[in-house]
């Protein structure tokens, strides 16, 4: 079984924690950046201009791993951001798709 990192602003903490617990109840161990297989960025309007968020997505591309982004606004993302998410596979949270529905996706992909 692959191990994820999930890369996130302070302010969207709430998402981390849903979204980690879930990963947990399916064998899917949670890792530190520089160990996961497989980097999840939750975007938000807060990722898009935190420098925590800029700064470990940088690390994420230097492990040239799998990168997924969970998008939960409408907004577009800041300049430097979209530079380095614009090729990273998106799903679209924004709509309020289910969590069951976001689980079998990101699973499908790191399995």
């Known amino acids: 079984m692959k191990s994820i990192y999930i890369c996130y602003d302070e302010m969207d903490r709430e998402y981390a924690q849903q979204i980690k617990k879930m990963f947990e109840r399916e064998n899917v161990e949670c890792q530190d950046l520089s160990k996961a297989d497989i ?22 591309i230097s ?18 951001l979209s530079f380095y998410i614009s090729t990273t596979q998106w ?7 289910s969590m069951s529905r976001l689980l079998d996706k990101i699973l499908r992909q790191i399995r």
């Open 91 to 97: 799903m679209d949270m924004s709509e309020k798709t």
């Open 63 to 80: 492990f040239d791993k799998k990168i997924l982004t969970l998008k939960y606004t409408n907004e577009a993302p800041s300049d430097e």
């Open 39 to 60: 980097h999840l960025l939750i975007f938000t309007k807060h990722a898009s201009k935190s420098f925590k968020v800029m700064d470990e997505l940088h690390k994420m």
